[in-house]
């Protein structure tokens, strides 16, 4: 049996020591504010929203809706962004993508000021994954994981990380958060060959891959800290996420749920970056 | 025995290439041209200059030398970098770092166009390698591993490269060009537990800790492509790599040695980029 590593009381023990800070800043007359784009109304956007929405309200942070209509025009949304940009009272901004095809998104995504790119979607946040040097804010969702193994204590240092997944808002990133914190990080891919022979001689999983139930039992060994950051579709409408719980827990040592696992903490890790913009200024 | 890795032909063979893509570039009017500055006169700067200018030379890329002295500064070199943005008759740039410390050499790297980027100085060519959108260019060293690998009919798509080191120069643009050309990629480094034990799994071992001789033959396997980019001083002024040639060199496939094995490519690697940087205009 393994210790479920829930994302819940992660999430809680953030938005306590945010709201914390929150409280301080607001004494020193600072009002932490987080600006969130949305053009069009896709499920998903909406659901994330209300979700980021509701945790901003219990650390303490205003929120600015931008509601744009899907057909909005590129110099529109421009505007939209130079105007948060020059906002002193905005300390962070939420951008849901991806953006609808008519538009450049490379260069929505590049114009806003990288000190409030609580979310990473410039280049120069991208940057500062890589080399480490801590301008701008990891994506909230490879932050998530860091943030889900500290408060579980585990060290990643001098451990053996395996990441499957090489995508630039999962993969790479957490690749490179984990060789930040001293752990031996292998990036597997899809073209990796004989893939299980990486992830059962790892201690830490994390698996990114984006299909669901891909890694079953023969991927795993006891011993192993699984955090799997997958949510898929079953296809029955259920969420599941890449790794097949039912057979890979009681194998191994400890593993995030899906739902309830890293998901759960990545609005509040949202928050973290508001907050830490704020702290920045 | 193992096969000898040299530079040389790599770089023989680039050249020669780089060489009629100038002279095409020429008959349509556009001469490349490479901006070199200089601050001050340390003696391994002086030399690699000296070998820029004559694989430049050799491919007909025009050199303008910015020779400045060692107590410039920092708006004297800002404005040598404002120069070489505006001049439309310069497609690249190398400075030679690390920059005499009165100066801001984050604020000088940054301040170039990422167009003329050649070596990878500021971090919107840093954040290309890691996305893999190809603006800007790699650093011309971990660019080296690449091309001699190719040139060599190494292939690392779906191998185990293994890169000991995680500098910005070196190690982490290289597992970045690795895992683009669909290498399952390690990053090991001072903090890895066993490091013997990842090196002897790999099929690709790329050595850039910077510590001469320091993976002798107990980290190798029959079988292995070990690329040496250590430089390091034997301490009896010879220089020697990162892996200790005379014992893993028996053991290996194919290794590549230190001198003239992946230093002697970096030049033209520069010249490759000048060449890039021309014809993308």
Do not use: W
Not at 12 to 36: F, H, N, Q, S, V
Not at 52 to 58: D, G, L, N, Q, S
Not at 77 to 100: K, Q, S, T, V, W
Request: hydrophobic residues 45%; glycine residues 8%.
């Amino acid at each position: 049996m393994a210790e479920i590593l829930k994302g819940a009381p992660v999430a809680a023990a953030l938005t306590d020591e945010l709201a914390a800070r929150c409280a301080a800043l607001k004494a020193r007359g600072i009002a932490p504010a987080l600006a969130i784009i949305r053009v069009g109304e896709r499920a998903d956007d909406v659901a994330y929203e209300r979700g980021a929405i509701k945790r901003c309200e219990k650390v303490g942070i205003a929120v600015r809706q931008y509601l744009l209509p899907a057909d909005t025009k590129q110099d529109e949304l421009l505007r939209a962004i130079d105007g948060i940009n020059a906002d002193e009272g905005i300390h962070g901004c939420l951008m849901f993508r991806p953006l609808p095809r008519h538009l450049d998104e490379r260069e929505i995504c590049e114009a806003l000021d990288v000190s409030k790119d609580v979310d990473c979607m410039t280049e120069r946040s991208l940057a500062g994954v890589f080399t480490g040097a801590g301008r701008g804010f990891a994506p909230c969702t490879a932050q998530s994981v860091m943030e889900l193994l500290r408060h579980y204590g585990i060290n990643p240092a001098r451990k053996r990380a395996v990441v499957v997944g090489r995508s630039l808002v999962i993969g790479r990133p957490v690749a490179m958060l984990l060789l930040a914190s001293n752990a031996t990080v292998t990036v597997c891919h899809s073209r990796t060959n004989r893939l299980e022979e990486f992830t059962r001689g790892a201690d830490i999983v994390v698996a990114a891959l984006g299909r669901a139930r891909a890694l079953d039992e023969d991927y795993f060994e006891p011993g192993q800290i699984v955090i799997d950051v997958g949510i898929n579709d079953a296809g029955d409408g259920t969420l599941v996420g890449d790794v097949d719980f039912d057979s890979v827990e009681p194998l191994v040592d400890a593993i995030t749920p899906v739902p309830a696992g890293v998901g759960s903490v990545t609005t509040s890790v949202l928050c973290a970056h508001v907050i830490e913009a704020a702290e920045r200024r």
